[in-house]
């Protein structure tokens, strides 16, 4: 069974839906580690409720993204992590974790990459008037969401639509869409079994 590390900087919507998916037995994966920027974050709390092991730390703490990429790679490494799985992580992933991980960290993006990359693209989409949105999940590169795209799916902007509205609409999408498509990445990857 693949393990999954889970990292996350905030609410933990998406690493909740990872959560109940296996523990409901729609995701054939361990969720073995959390790892978050904000010690403070609910993601935290969730992964404590749940007891999921956390690596909670604060980035000041240390004197270049590099030290703590290589104390996270330490984490990673004693759970014994198959994939890592960027769920609301709002950091850039280096070369450090890059070169340790390449082609197994997965991210997910609320909008139709390539538009919309980086930060509030739920904002950008409204600014830009569009009328369809969604959610893109990619393996992730050194660019910001510029990695090889795996799974979209369409959201329609409504007329009214506030920022609250349409992100409540795209992250009912991305908890259903990356539970999918993480299910079938683990899958695809699983050793035969022989009878």
Do not use: W
């Not at 905030?10 to 054939?28: I, P, W, Y």
């Not at 969730?46 to 690596?55: E, K, L, T, V």
């Amino acid at each position: 069974m693949s393990r999954l590390a889970v990292f996350a900087s905030g609410s933990g919507s998406n690493f909740q839906s990872l959560v109940n998916a296996v523990e409901e037995k729609r995701l054939d994966a361990e969720i073995s580690l959390l790892v978050c920027d904000k010690p403070e974050a609910r993601a935290v709390g969730r992964a404590h409720y749940h007891h999921i092991p956390c690596f909670a730390f604060s980035a000041k703490a240390y004197e270049s993204k590099e030290a703590f990429e290589k104390e996270i790679l330490k984490k990673l490494e004693e759970y014994e992590i198959d994939y890592v799985i960027l769920a609301g992580y709002m950091r850039l992933i280096g070369p450090t974790l890059l070169e340790a991980y390449g082609g197994r960290i997965i991210n997910i993006h609320p909008s139709l990459l390539p538009s919309f990359p980086g930060k509030d693209a739920v904002g950008q989409a409204l600014e830009a008037g569009v009328k369809v949105t969604g959610v893109t999940i990619h393996y992730v590169d050194a660019g910001m969401d510029t990695g090889p795209i795996i799974a979209q799916e369409a959201v329609v902007v409504s007329e009214g639509d506030t920022r609250e509205s349409l992100q409540k609409k795209i992250q009912q999408v991305e908890h259903k869409l990356y539970v999918n498509t993480v299910n079938q990445i683990v899958q695809s990857t699983k050793e035969p079994t022989v009878n």
